[in-house]
């Protein structure tokens, strides 16, 4: 692959991952909120009557739904709120995507020369080299991005920004602690093979589909707008049953994230979360982590296929 060709996927990669973090940010913030530990802090006081008549509080540890959480956030801390984190998340996105891009698209052409090209296996060791790269070295602005979407602060109190979150992370944990959950992401790369491998046999079934039933060149053209809903209708199905397989590794992650947190390593957050919450807490959020993934990865992806298409001429 060309200097230009890394290039071109590096930018494209940026781009997907931007236009889809934005218009999509404020499921990300919901989803987030779900998955914490302290997520019991958005539900409404139980009122208890002793026995002498008197009222007294106590919070009830029922897990809301998306819906209820969504509505408490935009009472509690406005609608701003919803877009908690977006600042370090572009910062972090484009990179991310545009590292993962690219090195996915290197490795599966220097892979293609040494297995059965465009292979499962090519597929599967592609995305796995890319997710373990953009995740090493990303994590740092993930973790930032996660606590300030878990900073939850009354209307009119001065909110923490991204800087001063980061500088309290590093007094706190020193310079480990900006790789906190680490080990979660790792296993999340789980996901990321599910993903490409189920997108790109899919792709390449469209793109025979495309082939046997064009009957000319001009026909072909006319076809290539349609074309990208197909990608994205095939990312929108690989994302979805990649993330209901591998989404436990998204909970783990966030408790790992968390201020102060119990949760030291991935499989003690594991097993501590089945212990005390239960297998149903493995899997909270995942309702908005679908409403939000299915249109980023389509989003995301679809723009990427949209920038190569168009840079490639």
Same mark, same amino acid.
């Given at each position: 692959?060309?200097?230009?060709?890394t290039?071109?996927?590096?930018?494209a990669? *940026?781009?997907?991952g931007?236009? *889809?973090? /934005?218009?999509?940010?404020?499921l990300? =913030?919901?989803?987030?909120?779900l998955?914490?530990?302290?997520?019991? &802090?958005?539900?409404?006081?139980?009122?208890?009557n002793?026995?002498?008549?008197?009222?007294?509080?106590?919070?009830?540890?029922?897990?809301?739904?998306?819906l209820?959480?969504l509505?408490? /956030?935009?009472?509690?801390?406005?609608?701003?709120s919803?877009?908690?984190g977006?600042?370090?998340?572009?910062v972090?996105v484009?990179?991310?995507?545009?590292i993962?891009?690219?090195?996915y698209?290197?490795?599966?052409?220097?892979?293609?020369?040494?297995?059965?090209?465009?292979?499962?296996?090519?597929?599967?060791?592609?995305?796995?080299?890319?997710?373990f790269?953009?995740?090493?070295?990303?994590?740092?602005?993930?973790? =930032?991005?996660?606590? &300030?979407?878990?900073d939850?602060?009354?209307?009119?109190?001065?909110r923490?920004s991204?800087f001063?979150?980061a500088?309290k992370v590093?007094?706190?944990? *020193?310079?480990r602690g900006?790789?906190r959950g680490?080990?979660?992401?790792y296993?999340?790369?789980s996901e990321? =093979?599910?993903?490409?491998?189920?997108?790109?046999s899919i792709k390449?079934?469209?793109?025979?589909?495309?082939t046997?039933?064009?009957?000319?060149n001009?026909?072909?053209?006319?076809?290539?707008?349609?074309?990208? =809903?197909?990608?994205?209708?095939?990312?929108?199905?690989s994302?979805?049953?990649?993330t209901?397989?591998a989404?436990p590794?998204?909970?783990?992650r966030?408790r790992l994230?968390?201020?102060?947190?119990k949760?030291?390593?991935?499989?003690?957050t594991?097993?501590?979360?089945?212990?005390?919450?239960?297998?149903?807490? &493995?899997?909270?959020?995942?309702?908005t982590?679908l409403?939000?993934q299915?249109?980023?990865t389509?989003?995301?992806?679809s723009?990427?296929e949209?920038?190569?298409?168009?840079l490639?001429?």
């Amino acid at each position: 692959m060309s200097q230009r060709d890394t290039l071109v996927h590096l930018f494209a990669g *940026g781009c997907g991952g931007t236009v *889809g973090a /934005i218009l999509t940010c404020p499921l990300e =913030v919901v989803k987030t909120r779900l998955q914490s530990s302290s997520v019991t &802090l958005y539900i409404s006081e139980v009122h208890l009557n002793t026995l002498n008549g008197a009222t007294v509080n106590r919070v009830a540890r029922v897990s809301p739904g998306p819906l209820h959480c969504l509505k408490m /956030i935009l009472q509690n801390e406005g609608p701003r709120s919803l877009f908690r984190g977006l600042g370090p998340n572009l910062v972090g996105v484009a990179p991310s995507r545009a590292i993962y891009f690219a090195a996915y698209s290197n490795c599966k052409e220097k892979l293609n020369n040494i297995f059965n090209p465009d292979s499962t296996q090519v597929h599967m060791m592609s995305a796995g080299v890319a997710g373990f790269t953009a995740i090493t070295t990303t994590n740092p602005i993930w973790l =930032v991005k996660t606590r &300030l979407q878990l900073d939850a602060r009354n209307r009119g109190e001065k909110r923490m920004s991204a800087f001063e979150c980061a500088r309290k992370v590093y007094r706190l944990d *020193g310079f480990r602690g900006f790789y906190r959950g680490m080990s979660a992401s790792y296993a999340g790369i789980s996901e990321t =093979v599910i993903h490409f491998v189920i997108y790109e046999s899919i792709k390449k079934r469209l793109l025979e589909y495309k082939t046997a039933g064009a009957m000319d060149n001009e026909e072909d053209s006319v076809k290539e707008a349609s074309d990208f =809903v197909r990608m994205m209708m095939a990312a929108a199905t690989s994302k979805t049953c990649a993330t209901s397989i591998a989404y436990p590794h998204e909970v783990v992650r966030t408790r790992l994230r968390e201020e102060g947190t119990k949760y030291r390593s991935f499989f003690q957050t594991l097993s501590l979360l089945v212990r005390e919450e239960g297998y149903g807490a &493995l899997y909270r959020g995942l309702t908005t982590h679908l409403i939000r993934q299915i249109p980023n990865t389509a989003i995301m992806m679809s723009t990427y296929e949209v920038v190569v298409y168009l840079l490639d001429g």
